[in-house]
């Protein structure tokens, strides 16, 4: 893990670019940090420069907390390398969502599933490179991003106690099955009228996560409405669980 | 509007009962109030003896966000005088039960619209009695108890701004119509595995709500096991709207 720039918010916070084995990636602390502090992994659907403003906000929401926050680039997002079958399982999607056509299982899982396969050990290797930075202590929440990928690491990865998911990205038929193995304690935002996102299929999925706490929050409005609160009840669900 | 006993709880907040044209209430008010403050009307299910300890927490949920919280017995229950015919749907709905059969629609329409036509009116003269004092001064949020009630109140009454809705009991047919015309933010309670509560009807109660802010907070469990947090939670919406 090498960083690669640093600079301070005009909150203070500490934000610093980082390249882990040629996979870009944001970290973020609090102003001034006394002791080890937990960790949120900020997930995202893809493109840190895009998603840039979005990310430092809810990054913010868990430093105000007293925790650090980091994200990765997903593979084939942003400036890493593009895979010759994810841009044809891409090809398919807008394909099909041009001509009006339901998503197929077979689009979904060929989009969603090799993502997970690839980002998932990606997500895993930079927690363990976070955790050996003398300000990170842990414990490790997961906010966001594709779903899926929330889903597997939630499922491997026992370092990860509490996750927040955004139900509002495709969902492969495998992720159903998983998601009966997940027990740590869940929040799970969905937005109400989002148009690409099969609601009945997010209340489903909701129904199936093995969990015994799990809180759904659903607002109206589409894929990009999330409320501003939900920034803050984020925070608070992981200073419930992180602290 | 008659007070009839008071006391200081330990964290000092002042409660006192009322009766107001012979229907027991009970007040609960900071420790001290420089300014007039808003009102939060705690419903319930009906029984102020029976529910007071789960009455008297989320009053203090309130309080805590510095505003006054009030209730009202619901007719029929609690020392009130009982109707024969609230009586006999109340009966009814307890064979079908018994028998584990589905709650028809009219054992619901008996059961509720009558409640919903005098409690209404009811929490009416409560709210012009307690706008009439000079520590209370809105703006006005009504929370929880019979969800027919809450929406229909949401309905008819411009002084209140804000609801907090248990998804947790019987909804007569009107009232989906009646969620429509509900414009105000809200936000919904759903218990997940509420033995007694018909899911879907829940959920596309919560669609028809035509408020453009409303959320809809889902937690896994029973009727009576709604997580500790979601007490804050509703004090944070409240705190968003009423001040």
Known sequence: MRFTSEQRLDDGVLERDFTLNEIP???????????????VLVGHPGGLGKMY????SRARDSVAEGFAAATIELPGSGDRPRSAAAE???????????AGETVGDEIVDRLVLPLVE????????????????????????????????????????P???????FAGSFVPRATFEEARRVTIPLQVLLQWDDE??????????FDAFGSREKTLHANLGGHTGVPWFEGEDGARFFARHLK
Chains 1, 2 share one sequence.
Request: charge should be positive; hydrophobic fraction near 55%.
């Open 88 to 98: 044809e399982a891409r090809a398919g999607l807008r394909r099909a969502l041009r």
């Open 25 to 39: 990636g944001i970290l973020w602390t609090p102003a001034s940090v006394s002791a080890p502090v937990p960790l």
């Open 159 to 165: 370092r990860i106690s509490a996750a927040l998911l």
């Open 53 to 56: 403003p979005r990310l430092v």
């Open 118 to 157: 690839r980002a998932v050990p990606e997500w895993q290797a930079a927690l363990d490179a976070l955790l050996t930075l003398p300000e990170i202590g842990g414990p490790v929440g997961f906010s966001g991003g594709v779903i899926a990928v929330g889903v597997r690491l939630a499922v491997v990865e």
């Open 196 to 205: 690409g996102n099969d609601r009945q299929a997010a209340l489903d999925l």
